[in-house]
């Protein structure tokens, strides 16, 4: 079956936690990869910021070797704009996982001041902008937040509407938007 998956030229795929977002963008990277002369690397923007975090990184860093033996991964952080510039090329699917913890290291950093409104504006319009020029592919790992309850809490709102914010306009320039549910994709946008 991964064989047969097609690879759009920009791909939002969104989810709650444990939703299979990273099991599909992984399948990706393998049919990307089962096709000869193409490579595959993983932009990982999560950081350690405790140690569940940190094992939870590393769990992520041995099943990925497991499962797509032939990604690269770069751990870029809060540099996922320069990394998607510097390492997109026509022959190399890049995935990020996940715009998120991108967001998260901006709006809530473990060093330094988060993002003013005019920075977050500003990151987010580079991003798009900089999705819209690659010129090879890339798949985009987010969490779909909203469907919940209103969560209590200034900052917490702040976050969910930001990310919000986020995935519209990253799904507003990419080929295909998915949602997963339960394992099971739903196309949003575009063709499977």
Do not use: Y
């Not at 690879?7 to 992984?26: F, H, M, T, V």
């Not at 860093?61 to 032939?70: I, L, T």
């Not at 190399?92 to 290291?105: E, R, S």
């Not at 900052?155 to 995935?167: C, E, H, Q, T």
């Amino acid at each position: 079956m991964v064989e047969r998956m097609s690879i759009a030229r920009s791909e939002l795929i969104l989810g709650g936690q444990k939703s299979g977002k990273s099991r599909r963008a992984e399948d990706l990277a393998r049919a990307w990869l089962a096709q000869p002369g193409h490579s595959a690397c993983l932009l990982a923007t999560a950081q350690p910021w405790d140690d569940e975090m940190r094992e939870r990184i590393a769990r992520h860093q041995r099943d990925r070797a497991e499962k797509v033996p032939g990604m690269a991964t770069l751990e870029v952080g809060a540099g996922l704009v320069e990394a998607l510039v510097r390492e997109s090329r026509p022959d190399t699917l890049l995935v990020v996982d996940c715009l998120t913890l991108w967001l998260t290291a901006g709006l809530m950093p473990m060093a330094g001041e988060p993002w003013s409104a005019d920075e977050l504006d500003a990151q987010l319009a580079s991003l798009v902008e900089t999705l819209e020029s690659l010129p090879g592919p890339v798949v985009l790992v987010s969490n779909e937040i909203g469907l919940g309850v209103i969560p209590m809490g200034r900052d917490v709102r702040a976050f969910v509407d930001a990310l919000g914010r986020l995935n519209q306009r990253v799904a507003g320039v990419c080929e295909r938007a998915i949602l997963m549910a339960a394992g099971l994709p739903m196309v949003l946008k575009g063709n499977t």
